[in-house]
């Protein structure tokens, strides 16, 4: 299918790139599934009636919150379903079998008559979640070190483009249709991949060193000398076979492990209550309700356009300007979007029905001056939509993989992930009970003040690990605190080494005993 190698006998890219697409697919595919609220739910309302709702499938707000939340219950279970296949099949056959379920919730969507039906294939189609954590590691097994961590970050933009894709055809589209295109991406995602081969790491984790062989040479060129490069690959299986993986009690009884695992689930949490899944849930909606002058879901497709290129823009950047910076930026930006948008639709809501200020000269605020800020929702989601993109969106999984050391890695990142999708139900939905309690612009300004709070977070507790080692990062877990500031020892001092050059001296000087 591919060239041999380079002349020069150096490996070829382009299938690690072919193998990055296909692999990317299903995450494609989770872009859908997190996007088709946004134009399907006011299709579903009472609202799109124009006349008898008779026969029609309408949702009350809280069934349509229902729908749009119960993916993050399907995203959920399927963690432990692909913690069981993924050591015995490899994450390629995990990422084949999951989306047989994906293809059947479509299906139930595609056919529903009840509410029923439709939680049943929003649950189902919630699988997708899993290829967040799977694309990114198969990509990881297969690509050489020097582009590994763009390739892996491309996740991020095929899920950005999956929502872009919905957007887009959800403008023309009935939202069964809609459904029906969006259940090809399963079924794409079993037929390509019959062409790439498992991981060469999973077939070594299973003593099959020639298909090992087989399966680089496919990814690097066929006459290209994979031998060392298998070689290290055998020693690091072997080494990962005598790591001892900790259980959660004994990450949690930790500081060393606590840690790092209590600043990925902070990111965690500060990436759901963002906002973002209220941005892409119900964003038609929100330029509805903001008597947006501009077409509602052109509007969605501008800001689904936006972040593509803004994800795009953070897998090139990420590496030169360093994850914290990135993530006190984000943050900061997405707090005063919402602060905009948040006074947006306090001013829509408390001004009195005055035409004009020459008949309510006591009233700064009429519906023409509500009317000419028409543009600033528009302007606020797109403000947003960058800052997100550009930080929370890819860095707290980048930092998900990066904190955690070997032992402690597989039951703290799947903890994280876990909690992830948690987060994000919670605030799917509760938020439109929110925005009933306390109002639009209440909601939205909540979600600013937790945007401030995070960026203060961020600042005190986030460490840099750009251009680190996973050692380097963990020993900036494992150093002492100040043990004797008064006799001018560093804070920065190893407990260990701490201990061997306050003893050294005294053995010298055979001032203790050493028994």
Request: proline share 4%; aromatic share 12%.
């Amino acid at each position: 299918m591919f060239k041999s190698g380079r002349e020069d006998g150096k490996s070829s890219k382009t299938p690690q790139f072919f193998a990055t697409f296909i692999a990317t697919i299903g995450s494609f595919g989770l872009g859908t599934v997190l996007s088709w609220p946004a134009p399907s739910l006011p299709q579903l309302s009472a609202q799109s009636c124009s006349g008898s709702c008779e026969g029609l499938l309408i949702l009350s707000i809280e069934q349509q919150s229902w729908v749009a939340a119960l993916l993050n219950f399907g995203a959920f279970t399927a963690g432990p379903v692909s913690g069981f296949l993924m050591p015995r099949y490899g994450k390629k056959w995990t990422m084949v079998v999951l989306s047989v379920p994906i293809f059947i919730g479509w299906l139930f969507l595609i056919f529903s008559i009840n509410v029923e039906m439709l939680y049943i294939g929003r649950f189902l189609t919630g699988f997708s979640g899993a290829f967040s954590m799977l694309a990114p590691g198969y990509i990881a097994e297969i690509c050489e070190v020097e582009i590994r961590g763009s390739l892996a970050s491309f996740m991020q933009v095929m899920t950005m483009m999956g929502l872009l894709f919905t957007y887009t055809i959800g403008t023309f589209l009935d939202w069964r249709s809609l459904s029906a295109v969006c259940s090809v991406v399963p079924i794409l995602v079993i037929i390509s991949m019959y062409f790439i081969p498992r991981s060469p790491m999973f077939f070594l984790s299973k003593g099959l060193k020639e298909e090992a062989i087989s399966s680089l040479k496919f990814f690097r060129g066929r006459n290209v000398d994979v031998t060392q490069e298998i070689i290290k690959m055998e020693a690091s299986t072997k080494d990962s076979k005598t790591i001892v993986n900790l259980g959660i009690m004994a990450i949690l009884s930790n500081k060393t492990y606590l840690n790092p695992l209590s600043i990925s689930l902070m990111l965690m949490l500060l990436q759901q209550f963002s906002g973002i899944k209220v941005i892409s849930s119900y964003i038609v909606q929100i330029f509805q309700n903001a008597g947006s002058k501009f077409d509602a879901n052109i509007c969605s497709i501008v800001v689904g356009v936006i972040q593509v290129t803004g994800t795009s823009i953070s897998v090139l950047v990420v590496d030169k300007f360093g994850r914290r910076r990135l993530l006190i930026l984000s943050e900061m930006f997405i707090s005063i979007a919402f602060c905009m948008l948040g006074t947006f639709f306090y001013i829509q809501e408390s001004h009195s029905p005055c035409p004009a200020l020459d008949t309510c000269q006591d009233q700064f605020v009429t519906a023409e001056t509500v009317d000419n800020l028409a543009w600033l929702p528009l302007a606020s989601i797109v403000t947003f939509a960058v800052a997100y993109s550009m930080g929370m969106g890819p860095l707290p999984w980048v930092l998900n993989a990066e904190l955690f050391s070997k032992e402690a890695k597989d039951h703290s990142s799947s903890l994280c992930a876990s909690f992830n999708w948690l987060c994000s139900f919670m605030v799917v939905k509760f938020s439109p009970s929110l925005e009933n309690l306390i109002g639009a612009s209440g909601s939205y300004l909540s979600f600013a003040a937790l945007a401030a709070c995070g960026t203060f977070l961020i600042v005190i507790s986030v460490p840099e690990t750009k251009g680190k080692t996973e050692e380097e990062i963990q020993q900036g877990f494992n150093k002492g605190k100040s043990l004797d500031t008064e006799a001018g020892l560093s804070k920065d001092y190893d407990k260990e080494e701490l201990c061997t050059d306050l003893i050294k001296p005294l053995i010298k000087e055979k001032q203790i005993e050493i028994k």
